[in-house]
């Protein structure tokens, strides 16, 4: 099993980014996918959800308006589109697989820099 996030990088006050977590060795369809962050100092925290089955969608409220979360299931990878970035925002992003039985698989996490 293997989540592989990207993406990530140094970005100005009110840019994007989108990244990406490519997934391999489960079948990823029948998995709800999940981004968090942990900022320096923090603990980590949830910032999306997208369903398996209807990819129905869900957010914390910080992105709610600015992130979009989708996922291509022909290509087995989940992303997450940041809108107007805030340096706080400045985190590493982690993809998170989940379903039911304990399945429950993370990524390396990707740094995201929000700085001018």
């Known amino acids: 099993v293997q989540l592989v996030e990207s993406g990530g990088g140094l970005v100005q006050p009110g840019g994007s980014l989108t990244l990406s977590c490519a997934a391999s060795g489960f079948t990823f369809s029948r998995y709800a996918m999940h981004w968090y962050r942990q900022a320096p100092g923090k603990e980590r925290e949830w910032v999306a959800t997208?369903?398996?089955?209807?990819?129905?969608?869900d957010y914390r409220d910080f992105a709610k308006g600015r992130f979009t979360i989708s996922r291509a299931n022909a290509k087995n990878t989940v992303y997450l589109q940041m809108n107007s970035l805030e340096p706080e925002d400045t985190a590493v992003y982690y993809c998170?697989?989940?379903?039911?039985?304990?399945?429950?698989?993370w990524g390396q996490g990707t740094q995201v820099t929000v700085s001018s």
């Open positions: 997208i369903s398996s089955a209807t990819s129905s969608t």
């Open positions: 998170n697989a989940r379903r039911d039985g304990g399945y429950d698989y």
